[in-house]
């Protein structure tokens, strides 16, 4: 009877033990992860403001090159050829010193009448924009933005529009692309993986370039038209990430499975973490590594 007591006790404690590891560990990993994930939010806030800072320089050109006197003699006189070359040439100059990715001039029909690539095979004048919601925008006097795979570059691209006017009258709409291949250097070599989507779900930018203009989650069919009708992208290539996206717009804090962007280094485990971009209507999300947090846990745990 003594013996079966003490068997008892001893399973009893056993017990107690396991517990208070367990809680031990619980606590230990939530509070490494909390650490974790503070620091991925400062890294967010980071990413954010750097991608802000970049387009800021871009956002205020349209506006600048839509006052040129030339740009307005150009729309009111589109058959002068005189006025196309200096149009042309002001451009391409103003282009190569921002480093913008193209600038160019819309008619009010939409028609590009001079660019920054005047010259090259892939020109944009002659081509048709106005189906594009940065020209719709301008021509309600306002600044256009827009992110979308370029028609004829076939490159991506942010669009800050601004309509050209006299008077009251709108003459047309001046056009700035920025690229985005610096802001994908700074994601790629963070050694967090961040990436940009839309209100859709399409990943706009990102550091591992598997994940470029993929989506998160299937797309719906108003989603589907939209993109057709604005001619934003390529609906064929608008596929699921597939190994960690579904719902991840609605997952913060979640902790999934990724392959980064390291090729030496497979899949992983990764606290999701996300903020919106009000203005751009985008959310940025960034996958923090968790296996240094997991690492921490075990340290304080007893031998």
Avoid: C
């Avoid at 367990?22 to 990993?29: G, Q, V």
């Avoid at 070599?189 to 859709?200: H, K, L, Q, R």
């Amino acid at each position: 009877m003594r013996s079966t007591k003490f068997v008892v006790l001893l399973t009893a404690l056993g017990a107690m033990a396991v517990a208070s590891l367990f809680a031990t560990y619980r606590l230990s990993d939530r509070y490494f992860l909390d650490e974790t994930a503070e620091q991925g939010r400062a890294s967010l806030n980071l990413h954010a403001e750097n991608i802000r800072r970049l387009l800021a320089r871009y956002q205020s050109l349209p506006r600048v090159y839509a006052k040129n006197p030339h740009v307005r003699a150009l729309l009111r006189s589109p058959a002068n050829q005189a006025l196309t070359n200096t149009v042309n040439g002001h451009l391409s100059e103003w282009n190569l010193l921002t480093g913008a990715a193209d600038t160019y001039l819309l008619d009010r029909t939409g028609r590009a009448i001079a660019a920054s690539n005047w010259d090259d095979p892939i020109t944009f004048v002659g081509n048709d924009y106005s189906y594009r919601p940065y020209f719709k925008d301008a021509l309600q006097t306002r600044l256009g933005r827009f992110f979308a795979l370029g028609t004829a570059s076939e490159k991506r691209g942010y669009y800050f529009s601004y309509p050209v006017r006299s008077g009251p009258d709108i003459l047309g709409v001046m056009v700035v692309k920025v690229g985005v291949e610096r802001i994908e250097t700074e994601l790629f070599t963070s050694p967090d993986e961040v990436f940009v989507t839309d209100a859709e779900g399409i990943i706009l930018m990102a550091g591992h370039p598997q994940w470029r203009l993929k989506t998160l989650a299937p797309l719906s069919e108003p989603a589907r038209t939209r993109i057709a009708i604005n001619r934003q992208f390529d609906l064929s290539a608008l596929e699921p990430v597939g190994e960690f996206a579904v719902g991840l717009n609605d997952a913060d804090g979640q902790v999934v499975t990724a392959s980064p962007n390291r090729i030496s280094v497979g899949p992983s485990r990764f606290l999701h973490l996300s903020m919106p971009m009000t203005i751009e209507g985008w959310r940025l999300h960034i996958l923090v590594n968790v296996g240094f947090a997991k690492a921490q846990t075990l340290t304080v745990m007893p031998p």
